[in-house]
């Protein structure tokens, strides 16, 4: 029974585990534009009983490593926020500001 209690924490860490790194990955790498699947809110599966103690300091570790990619997703927003207003004031100007149009007569 012990042995089954700790596979089941096992798993149940393996699967935050992979969640965490998929946006470590998004993060990081150029995938960030493709289309995602909605994530699911996890649980721990019912009836696993409480976290065997050796495997605290994995926990923990998974828990830190969500903390900072929830961290650097929302840095990522508010840069990819702060470059998209950017653009905005670039392509239409300040304050109603007329935009210079140059026509190309090489032509």
């Known amino acids: ?20 790194e998929a946006v470590e990955r998004m993060i990081t790498e150029e995938h960030r534009a493709q ?3 909605t994530a699911t809110p996890w649980e721990p599966p019912s009836g696993i009983g ?20 929830a961290k650097a997703a929302a840095m990522a927003i508010t840069a990819n926020r702060r470059q998209t207003a950017f653009a905005a004031r670039v392509e239409v100007g300040t304050a109603g500001k ?10």
Do not use: K, S
């Not at 029974?1 to 969640?19: F, K, N």
């Not at 007329?98 to 032509?107: E, K, L, S």
């Open 35 to 37: 289309e995602l699947a």
């Open 50 to 69: 409480p976290l065997p103690l050796d495997l605290r300091p994995r926990a923990d570790f998974i828990l830190t490593r969500q903390l900072e990619a």
């Open 1 to 20: 029974m012990a042995d089954e209690w700790r596979q089941a924490w096992i798993e149940a860490l393996d699967e935050l585990e992979a969640d965490v």
């Open 98 to 107: 007329q935009v210079p149009t140059y026509i190309d007569c090489a032509m």
